[in-house]
Each structure stands twice: as C-alpha cells, then as structure tokens.
C-alpha cells in the first residue's frame, strides 16, 4: 500500500527522497543493498523452506510411522539387535528419500526461476533486463506494450501509455491513459491516479519511464490480494495424478494395516498361547510389504526430472501439474512465423520509382565490386527507400545516452530484427554505408507499432532538418499519402499511380510472407507523440518492399512425425489464403485448398456450420484473438485438449482459453508470458516436438513404473498371506519363506534405491512412437497386470523356499531355513529387478537394448545385486538379517529366476 503521496510529490522531490537518478539509476551495489533490506519483490514474500525441515518432513509418512512401529515392537518382544536393524533400515530409508525430494526441490526452484519475467531497468547508467522479484525501490525501470507492470512506479515519461487496470481495481472496467503530470489531490483513489501504474496491471499500448515506490507486499496489489485473502500463489494447483496416487496410497495403506492387524489376531486365536514374536512379524510383514509407499515419491521424481530435462531441451512449464497436460494435447494451433520459419528474412522485391528490383537484380549490384550504386540503371530513389526502412525498424534509444538492448521490442513482429537484419543486408547490396547514414540521424520520438495500427512512426533529426518516417501495412498507410516520390520529385498520386500501387501490394501479398509500405514527411520542427498522428495525413509515399522467411530446418519431417502421432496440427497464418496454401502445402500439411479459412468466412459461419467443418480446417488466415478462441473452444467441444501458439499481447485471451499456451520467451510480451503454462526458450519447432514427446513418455514412464512398485508390494503380501493361510490349515506351524527383516530388506533395495534410476528413464528420439496420454488414472486397465505378475512370482519364491527347506527337511540338501529364506529373498528381487526393465520397453525394443538405455539403471541394479550378496556372505549382515550364506543354492536360484524372467507377464502391452 502506499506509504507516501508519490502521486502528489513533484519529480525532483521523488529522487532526492528515494535516492535515485533518472539518467543512471541506481548502482549495482546500492540495488543489491536495497534487496537485502527490504527483501524480493514477491507479493507473497515466500522463501523456500530450510533444507532441515525439508529432512523433518520426511518422518511424517506412513512407512516411517510402520516401521518405527515395527522397531518399538521389537523391542518390546526383546529382539534387540532386529530392532536396531529396522531402525537403521528406517534411517537409510529417510536419508535417500530426503535427497530424492531434495533434487526435486532444486530442479522446480530452478524452473520457477526461469519463469520470473525480465524487467528492463537503469542499473549504473545502462539498461539493462533484471528478474522482476530483484526490482528494488528507487530503480528506475522502462514500460512498453505487453509488459506487466512489475511494482508500483511514479510515472515520470508517458508516450501515449494506455494500462488496462481492471485486474487490479474492479471500477477500472476501461483502460486508462496515463501521463506524468504530478496530482495535487491526495485522498483520490488509486484507480483514478493518472501518474502511478501498478504492480499487476498491463500495459496496452505506447511505452513509459517511471521510478518504483513500492515493492512485494507493499504494493497496491498486495493489498488487493490481502483484502481478498488471497496469496500469490493461490492459481498453484496440484498435478491430479499426485493427486490421485495420493488418495490411492492413504485408501491402502489403512487397509493394509487392518489386515494385518486382523492375520495376527486370527493366528493368535487359532493358536491359542502361540509366540506373541511370531505373530508380531507375521502381521508386521503383512503391513510393510503391502503398503506403496513409494509410489507418489516416484511420481513426482519422474515428473520433476522431465520437466528439467525438458528445461535443457529449450522450454519450461509454469508449474508442475502443466507438465501433465502437455501429455494430453491432441490439437497444437501453431504460428506460422513462430513455428515453422527461421530467424532469417530476405529481401525478395522492393517498388520504387514505378519500378519492381528484384533479389536477383539486388545481387548484381553487391556483385560489381568496381561499379557505384549511381552508375547503374536502378531506380534513383532506392537507396532512399532502403535508408528510410532501416531506420524505421531498427530500434535506436530517443535518449541517445541510454545504451538500449536491441531485442527490447523483439515482442512487436514489425521491429523483429530479422526483418531490420534483411533491410540492412540489402542497403549492403547497394553499397551503402550503413554506419555513415545512421550517424546522421537522432530519433525525437515515435509511436510503436501494435496490431491495432499496424504501423510505426519516427521523427529524426537529420542533416536537412526533421523527418516523419512511417512504416506499416499499406492499406492503412496508403490512404493518408496524397503525394507519391518518382525518381527524386514530388507528384500527387491520381487514379492510376494508385490502382498500379494497389496492383502491386496485392501481387506482394500474395506471394511473400510479409510487405511493408514506406512513407516520410519533411517537418519544419520536432513535434512528440501527440501531433504524430494528425501529421501522418499529409505524407509522400515512397514504395512498397517485400520480404520472405525461410522455412526452418528439419519441420518438413517434423509436421509428418506430428501427424503420424495422433496429433491434430492447425496453422495460423497472417498471409492470405493464396499464400497460406502455398506455404501450408511446401511445409506437408494440406493438399486441399478447401480446408484453408479466412477470418470473414469464419466470421460467416454459425455455430452450428462450423462445428461440422472445423475437424476438416488445418490452416486459418488472418485470425483476430477472438476468432482463436472460437476454434479452440469448438476443438475443446469436440474433445480436443488444445495447445495453442501467441507472443503478442492481443493473444492473451486465446492462450488463456486453451488447455495450454505456449509462447517464445524472447517474443513474448509480459503478458503473454504469464498466461503460457509452456514458455520456449526459441521458437524452434523441433522443441514444440520435444516437449510434446517427452510429457507423453513420461507418464508412461510413470505408469509403469507404478505398476512395478505395486506388483512388487502384490507380490510380497501375497507371500506372508500364504504362509498365514500354511498356519492356519497345517498341523504344525509353517516357517516363514520371508521374514519381518527380509520384507523391508526388499523393501529398501527394490522400492526405494531405485527411485533415484527410474526417473532418468530414456525418452524416445521420435515422437511418432507415442500417443495423447489419458491422464485420468494411471492405474486404470492395468489392475490384471499388476495382480498376475505379483502373484505368479510369490509363488515362485514361494516354491523356490518350498524346495530349499523341504529338502532340507527331508536330508537331502545339507542347508538351513536361513539358506532357504536368503534363496527366496535372492529369486524375488532378481526376478523384480529383471521386470522393472521389462515394464519399460518400448515395444521396438529387446530386453537387452532396454538394460543398456538406462545406464542410471543398469548401475543401480548391480549395485543392488552387490548388497544382496554383502546381505548373504558377510557377517554380521546375514546373521541380522535372517539369512546364511549359499553355495550349491545358486541353482535353484537360477533355475527359478530364469522361470520368472521367461514367463510372458506382460500382460498389458506399455501403449
């Protein structure tokens, strides 16, 4: 909230208070001081948790409640060395999933940070981009259309800044213009301030300088939020498959308590004064080896490990349960200049003087090195139009002092630098020396372009006095221009010059990517924004250039791999329908002229008539915002989940509309931004391909992975729930094939050392091995699965026991019921660990290409194997732990393994 009257105080008075300059800003230093005193610029004013309560947290769970149960019951029944074994178990067992959600930790920190919006403010007299939650009181920061205001700022420069403020201020339902004109009343209320903007608030069009007042929760939005009893984080939400896993694992665990609970009681009545130790164990192993502890554990670490891998591939999600979406994307609305172009711009055509020069003909005149651009018989105004095209889109500081990054507008298309890169590799065709013509000029003004005017106006300052140079979309720039330059002179345009221009625009449109119309007016003084615009109806028309983009590497077979995955692939295009289809057919995406749409055909169409179409349109011309949501909304009607492609500011409601929005984080205005769930690091389309890939073979990942740990706790509690059923129908009691010891020795090696593997589980290259993934459970369909192989291997550790301790029984193998449980313990986790690789093999691939694809794995499985053996031949381990070293036991150890390992328990294939 606001602490002083900024809006009262006069400029002069604001910087002597705050201790600031509005030409140098603040040092690095005093900024850096300035945070440490009064903290981020985070509304919530959130630190992440210590990294010890972070290990606190790790008690609180259910396997650490069974087993200190398990140790405290030991301990009571006076088995003093089982007890410290469970608890030395339970310690390991804290200690590795403490550092499995430590490294979960670390990598969302890491995500969140990369989705902090920059923030181009004044540090030690440069401008520079700083995370908005570094933004400290007294910096001195620069706003321009799209960004969102990152704190409460006096405005000291307004240039034609229009900020929508209605997420802020309920009555603020219009946008605001705001100036820097200092208000003499001090009880108005901040929605009818015209010199402050707010944290929150988005800014519509021109651009500004201010000073910031308040930070974090001294802000007018934290104040809102507070009032509301809202948090910054309260848009946060949960990933539904955590969710459900969760809900899944508190529904068995007590389930499995009271079985448990229940075979003790059952074995104690039966028996009557039975050994209260072996009922204990009994009930106990029930308990632990039937509860999945682990499975939201590898959930999230599977998820978290994707999504930063997916973050070194070039993209990052806003939050973790986006994650789960991407996989579900069925229908991606792709931009054809984003998506499917390169960075790249050329030159192919420029009218000028009546006349048409070609890239070819360009390429002439850079090839007569001895030859001067005024010996040749080009048109004599066409260095004049290329100088006045580079300097209109090449971005230049009105206050020449301030060093001004050049990508600072790289949200507006007309300024992206590959067309001023395309403008300037043309004027160096020509000879042209572009470092002489620039030094001639000083920027006074301009008028950024926006979708709305479709056109940028800059007054300079040059040698023969002050110019107006505007460039844009000739349809709205042709009009204001009475007067038209041929070879040097002046002449009013008729009828005919003007059907010959208009001839030629079309001809331009209809076969280049991008036509931009050139325009200047002499000026007898500077003049700033506010007498641009009455201005620009008097201006000469000076000709008309092309530019065409180059179609990026490698999307050819990219769009083909899309189509042969199940996904639905729609092309927005700002060309036109001829030109749409062009491109849209070089790129593989259509032969039928048919299913290519305009805005007004779209328009026309009722509800009704486009839903019948839209599953048949693959390309989209010349959209507004609210024709994009429209097709995302008639797709989502249709089932679709809808990714959807904007970096512009007017493309806020669409992306909001769609199940995920994806935007170029250096293209995206600040708006932009935070509506995406999905920001890309380069528009590239091969990662749009990656990401999409990556989120669908991580659920599957996931889901398989699930499958193993429930199998694996299947398996186990089918075991002791033979042995209790031998206890109860047997004359004499049946030892134990796996005791309490032996259950959570499995335990620690099978479900929890592997977490740390089974997340970097490798991803397919290719995207058409996939499908859309249904999130709704990642149990659903696999219950058979599950349950035969759990239970088919129990009873073969159940019957490689039965053959160890029968024979020894009946002399004829010299071995102990120590040696017949290690045999069984052995066999179960060999047969698991084999399995775990089988649940993830791609259905191309042999079990033993899927061994060598995880190495992460492959070294966590010997690993196990190590300890196993460490758990059978070294004392006092095996003594501990129930078992005794083997020898000619390796047989049936093999034998029955390789049983398990050959049987086909794949029941449900992976897809």
Avoid at 167 to 172: C, D, H, K, R, V
Wanted: with cysteine; aromatic share 8%; proline share 3%.
């Amino acid at each position: 909230m606001l602490s002083t009257s900024w809006h009262t105080q006069e400029i002069p008075y604001i910087l002597a208070k705050l201790n600031t300059n509005l030409d140098e800003g603040l040092t690095t230093d005093e900024a850096d001081s300035r945070l440490k005193r009064y903290g981020s610029n985070d509304i919530a004013n959130i630190h992440p948790s210590a990294s010890y309560l972070l290990f606190l947290r790790q008690f609180y769970s259910f396997t650490v409640v069974i087993l200190a149960l398990a140790a405290v019951g030991l301990l009571l029944l006076e088995r003093f060395e089982q007890s410290a074994i469970v608890l030395a178990i339970l310690f390991v067992n804290i200690c590795f999933k403490y550092i499995q959600e430590f490294r979960i930790k670390k990598r969302l920190e890491l995500l969140n940070q990369q989705m902090t919006p920059k923030v181009r403010t004044l540090r030690n007299g440069q401008l520079v981009k700083v995370d908005a939650l570094d933004i400290v009181l007294g910096d001195v920061i620069f706003l321009g259309v799209g960004d969102i205001v990152p704190a409460d700022a006096r405005i000291v420069e307004a240039n034609s800044l229009l900020i929508d403020e209605s997420s802020l201020f309920i009555e603020s339902a219009t946008p605001i213009r705001k100036n820097s004109n200092t208000v003499r009343q001090r009880d108005l209320p901040p929605s009818e301030i015209r010199n402050m903007a707010y944290a929150g608030t988005l800014i519509l069009d021109g651009s500004g300088k201010a000073i910031v007042t308040a930070t974090g929760n001294n802000t007018e939005l934290s104040g809102v939020l507070q009032l509301n009893r809202l948090s910054k984080n309260f848009i946060k939400t949960d990933c539904q498959i955590l969710k459900r896993l969760r809900k899944f694992r508190n529904y068995v665990i007590p389930t499995s308590i009271g079985i448990g609970t229940a075979m003790g009681l059952i074995v104690w009545r039966i028996s009557g004064n039975g050994n209260i130790r072996d009922i204990f164990e009994l009930g106990m192993s029930f308990i632990v080896a039937s509860s999945p502890s682990s499975i939201v554990t590898i959930a999230l670490s599977i998820l978290a490990y994707n999504a930063y891998k997916m973050f070194q591939q070039g993209a990052t999600v806003k939050h973790i349960s986006d994650f789960e979406t991407l996989g579900r994307i069925t229908a991606f609305l792709a931009d054809e200049t984003s998506n499917f172009m390169s960075d790249e711009m050329v030159v192919k055509q420029i009218f000028v003087d009546a006349q048409i020069v070609d890239e070819k003909q360009l390429e002439k005149y850079s090839e007569k090195s001895d030859t001067s651009f005024q010996e040749t018989d080009s048109p004599l105004d066409l260095p004049l139009i290329i100088v006045a095209a580079d300097l209109s889109t090449w971005f230049t500081p009105v206050n020449p002092s301030s060093d001004v990054a050049e990508d600072s507008t790289s949200d507006v298309p007309l300024m992206e630098k590959s067309i001023n890169r395309a403008i300037t590799a043309a004027a160096g065709k020509i000879k042209l020396d572009r470092t002489e013509y620039i030094s001639f000029f000083r920027k006074i003004s301009e008028i950024p372009y926006n979708p709305e005017r479709k056109r940028r106006n800059v007054i300079l300052e040059g040698p023969d006095g002050f110019f107006m140079f505007t460039v844009g979309d000739a349809e709205l720039i042709l009009p204001h221009c009475p007067y038209v330059q041929l070879h040097g002179q002046l002449e009013r345009i008729d009828n005919e010059q003007s059907r010959a221009i208009a001839l030629v625009n079309r001809h331009f449109s209809d076969n280049f990517a991008r036509v931009l119309a050139v325009a200047y007016r002499q000026l007898d003084a500077p003049i700033d924004e506010s007498e641009i615009l009455p201005k620009e109806r008097e201006e000469v028309f000076l000709g008309l250039i092309a530019l065409d983009a180059v179609i990026a590497d490698d999307v050819k077979g990219i769009i083909k791999d899309f189509r042969s995955s199940g996904l639905k692939l729609l092309m927005m295009t700002d060309s036109n329908k001829d030109d749409a289809f062009r491109t849209a057919r070089r790129l593989g995406i259509l032969e039928d002229r048919r299913w290519i749409i305009s805005r007004r055909e779209l328009e026309s169409l009722s509800e009704d008539e486009y839903s019948k179409q839209v599953e048949h349109i693959l390309v989209y011309s010349k959209l507004r915002s609210e024709n994009k949501t429209r097709v995302i909304k008639q797709l989502q009607k249709r089932g679709h989940v809808v990714a959807a492609m904007g970096n512009q500011s007017s493309d806020v409601k669409s992306l909001n509309a769609a199940d995920v929005g994806i935007t170029v984080k250096s293209q995206a205005a600040g708006a932009t931004l935070d509506a995406c769930k999905l920001t890309l690091l380069d528009g590239r389309f091969n990662i749009v391909n990656n990401v999409i890939t990556r989120a669908r073979e991580a659920y599957y990942s996931m889901r398989n992975s699930i499958r193993w740990l429930l199998s694996c706790a299947v398996g186990q509690a089918t075991i002791i729930f033979i042995a209790f059923l031998m206890n109860i129908f047997m004359a004499e009691n049946f030892a134990m094939p796996l005791g309490l010891l032996q259950i959570i020795w499995i335990n620690l090696l099978v479900n929890v050392i592997p977490l740390f593997a089974l997340s970097k589980d490798t991803i397919t290259d290719s995207i058409i091995y996939t499908r859309p993934c249904a999130f709704k459970n990642p149990l659903s369909g696999n219950y058979l699965d599950i349950f035969v192989r759990g239970i088919v291997i129990a009873f073969i550790t159940l019957f490689s026991f039965l053959t160890v301790y029968e024979g020894a029984r009946a002399h004829l193998l010299k071995t102990t019921e120590s040696a017949a449980r290690a045999v069984a313990c052995t066999v179960f986790i060999f047969t698991f660990l084999t399995y775990c690789f089988l649940c993830h093999r791609r259905p191309y691939e042999t079990l033993i290409q899927r061994i060598f694809v995880n190495k992460s794995l492959l070294v966590t499985v010997l690993i196990i194997i190590g300890l196993q053996l460490i758990a059978i031949y070294v004392p006092p381990f095996n003594q501990m732990l129930g078992m005794a070293p083997i020898g000619k036991e390796w047989l049936f150890v093999a034998v029955f393994s390789l049983i398990g390992i050959l049987l086909p328990l794949n029941i449900v294939s992976r897809r």
